[in-house]
């Protein structure tokens, strides 16, 4: 079996260090577990490589961070080797080993005679992607496993405008990571010797100064905040991550003067000892936050995760208690917010399949251009390079249901840091009217009809979960429903047959609702995506717990 010939491959390997061989030599009578570390390759998907801290193939440790970074360095070189010196841009997160990696992704670059900057402490993800525009890299690496458990990092690599790897040059460099047999084999460059000529550079205070200016541009009513600072509180949790300076500061540079950090979470700890995840999608990873937020009596309460690429608010409801907002809540909200605010030259913005269907009607509510893509923020930022090709539109924002903005092109991944400033302004500038976020929200559905979303994930971990799902694609493409509660399907598009293909089914029903199901490319789960519209409230909330109960039941 080839996870067993791996396995032995991996533990007689003597370039190997001792600490994994003796982890390796632990599992030898552990089948399962030695299939689940070795049967295939950590694969990039819609978040680059992901996986659990450990000894294997099927593991992220420094061999297989080396063979990525190793890969990406060949394909540097065959397809831009006068890029070389420009340089790759590399930063991490809070979590185990991260620095570690990141060392030894810039110790290969420059082995390969590839200049390497990497950031002196860890920064968030957008600021790397801000980074690599800036220092006009040719690409870039964050360390990160964004909001999954403890026992995972990542590795996510970036092109030229600073834009994540996407279709088809992911898979061109997949190409070259998957021709490095013995990834321990690899030689990397003497740290000291490779700072001293210069061709390892490390990042600091000067590059946090130029990406928070950029941030700053976004505001939209500094004048507002002004007025209403003194009268509108913020409580934010960094859980842990690498959100707390610059989002402090970005907060505070726009004028917020009450903006409380939640103590217990504000250092890094690649534990997340209060959290099960550190994930600002799930209310739970608020609940030090809520606490705080009710001790100040806070207007808002915001969440970044470890990579501080998402982000997370809440604010009191009807009944006064903190409620979260859904990622498409505050993708509309910050839609509404920015096309209401400022008149923008040939405007586009930019969501996903999966996302809301009410930001089309918002477009063209302000005539401006809208597409939609895959999911994944990498193919939001292929499509503004179309944009930018074709000229056809100007890029302003755009955001992905899973608690993901952008606004601005400077960076080319969803950004927290700008994201959280914006999200405080517009809750500032509707305080300033009398109103809430949830009143501002209400106001959009009066005027484009009731729009209601959700997601299920189904969690099938291991090789037996990975089986599962292929399992539970193949019976949906081949026995899938006519109907939901007697509304029938009108269309059924199998991204599976587009270019570039994604294992996604997207299902379209008579009374203008939706599902979507799809694998995640980064955590081992299945997803179900919801949307219904109707004229009020409590008919699209039915039609939305009816027709979830089906789809549950029916996966």
């Known amino acids: 079996m080839l996870h067993m010939q791996r396995y032995k491959e991996w533990l007689n390997n003597p370039a190997l260090g001792e600490a994994a061989r003796d982890e390796l030599a632990s599992i030898s009578a552990d089948e399962k577990e030695i299939a689940e570390r070795f049967h295939k390759d950590l694969e990039f998907g819609t978040g680059g490589l992901r996986g659990i801290i450990g000894a294997g193939t099927n593991r992220m440790n420094i061999y297989t961070v080396r063979r990525a970074s190793q890969g990406l360095a060949d394909y540097i070189l065959q397809t831009a080797p006068e890029a070389a010196g420009r340089g790759v841009a590399i930063s991490y997160d809070s979590r185990n080993l991260s620095k570690d990696f990141a060392l030894q992704t810039a110790l290969i670059m420059v082995q390969n005679g590839i200049k390497a900057y990497v950031f002196e402490d860890m920064r968030p993800t957008p600021q790397l992607s801000f980074a690599v525009r800036e220092l006009n890299c040719i690409a870039g690496v964050m360390i990160t496993a964004s909001h999954n458990p403890p026992e995972y990092n990542g590795y996510k690599a970036y092109w030229e405008d600073g834009g994540q790897l996407a279709f088809p040059q992911d898979e061109e460099v997949i190409g070259y990571v998957n021709k490095i047999d013995n990834p321990a084999a690899l030689k990397v460059a003497d740290e000291v010797a490779a700072r001293r000529n210069g061709h390892l550079v490390f990042l600091g205070a000067e590059m946090d100064k130029k990406y928070l200016a950029r941030v700053g541009e976004l505001a939209l009513n500094p004048e507002i905040v002004a007025k209403m600072a003194d009268d509108f509180t913020i409580v934010y949790t960094p859980l842990y991550g690498a959100g707390r300076m610059p989002v402090t500061r970005a907060l505070e540079n726009a004028g917020f003067k009450n903006v409380h950090l939640v103590q217990a979470q504000a250092l890094p700890n690649p534990q997340f000892p209060s959290l099960k995840y550190p994930n600002p999608e799930d209310p739970a990873a608020f609940t030090l936050a809520i606490e705080e937020g009710e001790i100040r009596n806070a207007d808002i309460v915001i969440a970044t995760d470890p990579d501080a690429d998402r982000v997370g608010a809440m604010i009191k409801n009807a009944s006064g208690k903190f409620e979260l907002l859904s990622g498409n809540a505050v993708g509309v909200l910050l839609a509404e917010y920015i096309l209401s605010q400022k008149t923008f030259e040939k405007a586009g913005i930019i969501s996903t399949f999966v996302s809301t269907r009410l930001t089309a009607e918002i477009a063209k509510f302000y005539g401006v251009g809208y597409v939609e893509t895959f999911t994944g923020f990498k193919n939001i930022a ?160 039915e039609k939305l717990q009816t027709y979830s109960e089906i789809l549950r039941n029916y996966m």
Not at 385 to 398: K, L, M, Q, V
Not at 401 to 410: C, K, T
Not at 455 to 464: C, E, M, N, V, Y
Not at 503 to 525: H, I, Q
Request: glycine share 6%; net charge negative.
């Open 382 to 541: 292929a499509e503004i390079r179309r944009w930018e090709a074709d000229g056809s539109h100007n890029y302003i924002y755009g955001f992905e249901e899973s608690f993901g903005y952008l606004a601005g092109d400077f960076a080319r991944d969803k950004d927290a840091i700008s994201a959280s400033m914006l999200i405080c302004e517009a809750a500032a500038f509707y305080k300033s009217q009398g109103k809430t976020l949830f009143d501002a929200l209400n106001d959009i559905y009066a005027r484009h009809g009731h729009f209601r979303e959700i997601t299920h994930s189904i969690t099938l971990p291991g090789l037996d979960g990975a089986a599962k799902i292929r399992e539970m694609m193949a019976n949906l493409r081949e026995n899938p429903p006519a109907a939901l509660a007697e509304t029938a399907i009108t269309e059924i598009r199998d991204y599976a047959k587009h270019t570039p293909p994604s294992n996604m089914l997207y299902f379209s029903l008579a009374d203008g609702s939706w599902f979507c199901v799809r694998p995640s490319g980064t955590e081992p789960k299945i997803k179900i995506y919801l949307g219904t519209k109707a004229q009020n409230a409590s008919e699209a909330d």
